[in-house]
C-alpha cells in the first residue's frame, strides 16, 4: 500500500510544497491523472477515490473561482492529493485551504517537475511498490559518523520530509513468505503528531517513527510504536523486534537506526520476540565492537584453538563450551542439557581453560562468556 506521505519522499517530488490538507498524508493512492482542459462535469465523471490528480489548472487561467471549483470537486470525489503546477496559480485560498484540511485530501504546488515523469513514477511505484532511489545508500549515511548533524538532517528529509524531531525506530527479521506491502493496514495517525517511514533494509524491516513533541510523551512513544506495529499488521509479519531509545532531533536518527540493529541482532540470537537496545546488557558494547580488527582477531585466536583440538579429537570442546555458559557455568545443568556426565563436562571445560591459558576464577568465566557471546554474534551476522 503506497501512501501520499511515501510518494512525496521519492526524489522526484523534491520541490512539491503542501499548502493545505496535512491530515491526508496518509491516503492511499489508487491511481493518477492528469486534469487540465475537463470541465467541471468532466472531472466528476473522470477521476476517482484515490487518484494522485496533477494540474495547471489551464482550463480556469483566467477565472479563479472556477480553478477553486475544480479542485473542490476533487476533493469531493475523495481523490488522494492534487498537485498543481504553478504556472497560472501560485497559491489558493484561505477557504479552500479550509476545505481541504476539513476532507484530508492534501493540495500540493511545484514548479519544475514534468508531468509525464509524475505519471511514470506513480505507475511505476504501484506496480513494485518500490521507490526509484537507494534507500540503502541513505541509511548507510545516516549510520556514518563523518557527517555534521546538518548534513544528516537534510539527509533524514530525503526519506520522509515529514518527519517530526522525537524519533524512535525498530528494526526486525521479516518472517518468511511474509507479505507485508499487501497486508498492512495505515492506522489511524495525525500526521501533524506522528509521521513514519516503512523500509526494506538488509533482508529485514526498518520502521522510523516519530513524533512532533518529545519532551512531552518520551515514555510513551516506545508504546504508540509498538502499538502502531499490531494495528498495522506489520508485526505478524516480524521476528525479533528491536527498539532503540527515543531521540530527539534528527540529526541522531543515525544513532536509532543503529540500536535497533544492534538491538535486533540480540533477540535473533536469544529467539526472543523484541528486545530494547538498552536492556541489552554487555551487547550493548560487544555488538558495536564486533567489527572491530582486534575484536576479530580475538576471536579467531581463541576458536582455532578450540576447534583444531575438536577437528582431531571429535571431543566437542566448542558445543560443550556454548551450552556451559548458556547454563551459567552450571556444570550439572550443562550435563544434563547435552545428556553427559558431570564428569566429562568438567574434563572438557578445564581442557578448554587448559588451551586458552585461563584459570577457574570469575575473570576467567567473563574471558569464555564474552568468546562465547562474540561467537554467536558473528554466527547471526554473517555481513561482520
Given at each position: 500500500m503506497l501512501t501520499v506521505m511515501e510518494l512525496i519522499s521519492f526524489p522526484l517530488f523534491r520541490d512539491f510544497r503542501l499548502v493545505s490538507g496535512r491530515g491526508g498524508l496518509?491516503?492511499?493512492?489508487?491511481?493518477?491523472?492528469?486534469?487540465?482542459?475537463?470541465?467541471?462535469?468532466?472531472?466528476?465523471?473522470?477521476?476517482?477515490?484515490?487518484?494522485?490528480?496533477?494540474?495547471?489548472?489551464?482550463?480556469?487561467?483566467s477565472d479563479a473561482s472556477l480553478a477553486e471549483t475544480s479542485i473542490r470537486t476533487l476533493i469531493d470525489k475523495k481523490v488522494c492529493a492534487v498537485a498543481v503546477k504553478d504556472v497560472y496559480y501560485h497559491e489558493i485560498s484561505d477557504e479552500l485551504k479550509a476545505y481541504s484540511d476539513a476532507r484530508h485530501v492534501p493540495v500540493f504546488f511545484f514548479s519544475e517537475t514534468f508531468f509525464d515523469d509524475i505519471i511514470y513514477t506513480i505507475k511505476n511505484a504501484l506496480l513494485t511498490y518500490n521507490s526509484d532511489f537507494n534507500r540503502d545508500e541513505q541509511?548507510?549515511?545516516?549510520?556514518?559518523?563523518?557527517?555534521?548533524?546538518?548534513?544528516?538532517?537534510k539527509k533524514a528529509r530525503e526519506i520522509n520530509p515529514f518527519f517530526q524531531s522525537g524519533v524512535i525506530c525498530c528494526f526486525a527479521a521479516l518472517k518468511k513468505h511474509s507479505s507485508w506491502q499487501s497486508d498492512m493496514k495505515t492506522p489511524p495517525l495525525?500526521?501533524?503528531?506522528?509521521?513514519?517511514?516503512?523500509?526494506?533494509?538488509?533482508?529485514?524491516?526498518?520502521?522510523?517513527f516519530t513524533q512532533k513533541d518529545l519532551a512531552a510523551d518520551k515514555g510513551g512513544l516506545e508504546e504508540k510504536l509498538m502499538n502502531f506495529l499490531e494495528k498495522?499488521?506489520?508485526?505478524?509479519?516480524?521476528?525479533?523486534?528491536?527498539?532503540?531509545?527515543?531521540?530527539?532531533?534528527?540529526?541522531?536518527?543515525g544513532t536509532a537506526i543503529q540500536e535497533s540493529l544492534y538491538a535486533n541482532s540480540s533477540c535473533l540470537i536469544d529467539q526472543s520476540e523484541n528486545l530494547r537496545f538498552r536492556d541489552s546488557g554487555l551487547d550493548q558494547i560487544l555488538l558495536p565492537m564486533a567489527d572491530s580488527l582486534w575484536t576479530k582477531q580475538y576471536y579467531e585466536n581463541m576458536l582455532s584453538r578450540i576447534t583444531e583440538y575438536d577437528a582431531k579429537r571429535g571431543a566437542k570442546l566448542m558445543e560443550t563450551l556454548t551450552e556451559y555458559v548458556e547454563n551459567g557455568g552450571d556444570m550439572k545443568s550443562t550435563a544434563q542439557k547435552m545428556f553427559q556426565h558431570s564428569n566429562t563436562i568438567r574434563?572438557?571445560?578445564?581442557?578448554?581453560?587448559?588451551?586458552?591459558?585461563?584459570?577457574?576464577?570469575?575473570?576467567?568465566?567473563?574471558?569464555?562468556?564474552?568468546?562465547?557471546?562474540?561467537?554467536?554474534?558473528y554466527r547471526s551476522r554473517p555481513d561482520l
Amino acid at each position: 500500500m503506497l501512501t501520499v506521505m511515501e510518494l512525496i519522499s521519492f526524489p522526484l517530488f523534491r520541490d512539491f510544497r503542501l499548502v493545505s490538507g496535512r491530515g491526508g498524508l496518509y491516503n492511499q493512492v489508487k491511481g493518477t491523472g492528469i486534469l487540465e482542459w475537463e470541465s467541471s462535469s468532466d472531472v466528476e465523471r473522470n477521476f476517482g477515490e484515490g487518484e494522485f490528480v496533477v494540474t495547471t489548472l489551464s482550463m480556469s487561467r483566467s477565472d479563479a473561482s472556477l480553478a477553486e471549483t475544480s479542485i473542490r470537486t476533487l476533493i469531493d470525489k475523495k481523490v488522494c492529493a492534487v498537485a498543481v503546477k504553478d504556472v497560472y496559480y501560485h497559491e489558493i485560498s484561505d477557504e479552500l485551504k479550509a476545505y481541504s484540511d476539513a476532507r484530508h485530501v492534501p493540495v500540493f504546488f511545484f514548479s519544475e517537475t514534468f508531468f509525464d515523469d509524475i505519471i511514470y513514477t506513480i505507475k511505476n511505484a504501484l506496480l513494485t511498490y518500490n521507490s526509484d532511489f537507494n534507500r540503502d545508500e541513505q541509511i548507510e549515511f545516516l549510520l556514518d559518523g563523518a557527517y555534521s548533524p546538518e548534513q544528516k538532517k537534510k539527509k533524514a528529509r530525503e526519506i520522509n520530509p515529514f518527519f517530526q524531531s522525537g524519533v524512535i525506530c525498530c528494526f526486525a527479521a521479516l518472517k518468511k513468505h511474509s507479505s507485508w506491502q499487501s497486508d498492512m493496514k495505515t492506522p489511524p495517525l495525525d500526521p501533524e503528531e506522528t509521521v513514519y517511514s516503512v523500509i526494506e533494509y538488509q533482508q529485514g524491516l526498518l520502521v522510523i517513527f516519530t513524533q512532533k513533541d518529545l519532551a512531552a510523551d518520551k515514555g510513551g512513544l516506545e508504546e504508540k510504536l509498538m502499538n502502531f506495529l499490531e494495528k498495522s499488521g506489520l508485526k505478524k509479519s516480524l521476528a525479533g523486534i528491536g527498539l532503540s531509545a527515543p531521540v530527539k532531533g534528527l540529526e541522531n536518527l543515525g544513532t536509532a537506526i543503529q540500536e535497533s540493529l544492534y538491538a535486533n541482532s540480540s533477540c535473533l540470537i536469544d529467539q526472543s520476540e523484541n528486545l530494547r537496545f538498552r536492556d541489552s546488557g554487555l551487547d550493548q558494547i560487544l555488538l558495536p565492537m564486533a567489527d572491530s580488527l582486534w575484536t576479530k582477531q580475538y576471536y579467531e585466536n581463541m576458536l582455532s584453538r578450540i576447534t583444531e583440538y575438536d577437528a582431531k579429537r571429535g571431543a566437542k570442546l566448542m558445543e560443550t563450551l556454548t551450552e556451559y555458559v548458556e547454563n551459567g557455568g552450571d556444570m550439572k545443568s550443562t550435563a544434563q542439557k547435552m545428556f553427559q556426565h558431570s564428569n566429562t563436562i568438567r574434563y572438557r571445560i578445564e581442557k578448554i581453560r587448559k588451551l586458552l591459558g585461563l584459570g577457574d576464577d570469575a575473570g576467567s568465566f567473563a574471558q569464555l562468556y564474552i568468546f562465547v557471546r562474540i561467537h554467536e554474534i558473528y554466527r547471526s551476522r554473517p555481513d561482520l
